[in-house]
């Protein structure tokens, strides 16, 4: 639970941290352009940031007794990650991972 | 050639508003889907309807939405909220920069207007349109964007109303919907890249998750994928031929 004045601060922050990073490229562009090792970086993050998802989604971080896998996640994922190569479809990848999801936690 | 020319920027003239709805549909199940995952989720992290629908207007961003919901639900800072948030949301940069020189001749509160709107699925049809040679102008691009926009907001509301009917979305695993989209988004992506280029993703792959697994230990999760993603994405720099 989170008091509205909390909320309100959060959204505020979240909006502008959100707004920034899609709006400064398109102000920017009409300038100069991005130099081509910025560019290869920038082209670099989108397979890195998801990459760090995944894992993230894998782990079980429990404090100072370090890291643990988490078998659910795992479980599904390995189906999820082959339905998205053959399928090349996000929203088919979504649904199936959604039920994979689920029939691992009704097993397990 | 100067009569292919001509036609093309006929072309780009009188494409409209209602060209960009039509492109818009076959990415609006993806819309509707995570978006009513969403909307549960938020109402089961005990957050209202009402705070559903306003991080759906203004946040706007599906991956950041359910991890704020997960960050509040684990009774996160504030702050760390917001700067996972930011961190999360950075790769918009990456599509913007990438959109952005097809609209430098719009004015700058157009190219504002556009560049609020970027998200993942409509950079993706933009980018494929591009990419085919075709046309796009602003009227077709705002009519890209708000379809998504408008359906994005109400999926997510819908969602938040019915998730009074399930107390429990975990045990239907749709809190899964969010890493099922980064794998999706993650294999879309490796699928663009040509085959020469495949081994060094691989490469660079693999020692993202070597970080993740390294820094985990000592740091928060959300820390980890900042680090180990500014580390990898130079290192792709530094060893790209």
Known sequence: MMSNTSFILLLIGCTLVTFIPRVIPFLVARNFTISEPVEKWLSYLPVCIFTGLIVESLLETSGSTGIRINWEALLATIPTIIVAFLSKSLLTTVLFGVVCMAIVRLIM | ?241
């Open chain 2, 1 to 241: 050639m100067q009569s292919l020319k001509y036609e093309k920027q006929k072309e780009q003239q009188t494409l409209s508003y209602l060209d960009g709805v039509k492109d818009c549909i076959p990415t609006l199940l993806g819309y509707i889907s995570i978006g009513l995952a969403m909307g549960v989720v938020g109402v089961s992290s005990g957050l209202s309807v009402l705070h559903v629908f306003l991080l759906a207007t203004f946040v706007y961003a599906g991956a950041s939405q359910f991890i704020i919901c997960a960050m509040i639900a684990a009774a996160s800072p504030i702050s760390a909220i917001i700067l996972t948030t930011f961190i999360v949301n950075l790769r918009h940069l990456l599509l913007s920069s990438a959109l952005a020189p097809k609209f430098t001749q719009y004015s700058v509160l157009k190219n504002i207007g556009i560049g609020s709107l970027v998200t993942d699925e409509s950079f993706g049809v933009a980018i494929t349109k591009i990419a085919r040679k075709e046309p796009i102008n602003d009227r077709w691009m705002n009519g890209l964007n708000l379809t998504a926009y408008l359906v994005w907001i109400g999926a997510c509301t819908i969602g938040g109303y019915i998730g009074g009917w399930f107390p429990d979305p975990e045990q239907f695993g749709l809190d899964y919907a969010l890493p099922a989209m980064f794998i999706a988004l993650l294999i879309l992506q490796l699928q663009t890249i040509k085959p020469t280029k495949l081994k060094h993703y691989l490469l660079l792959i693999t020692l993202m998750i070597i970080c993740m697994l390294v820094f985990s230990t000592f740091l928060s999760s959300s820390l980890s994928v900042i680090i180990s993603t500014i580390i990898v994405a130079t290192i792709g720099v530094v060893t790209d031929k």
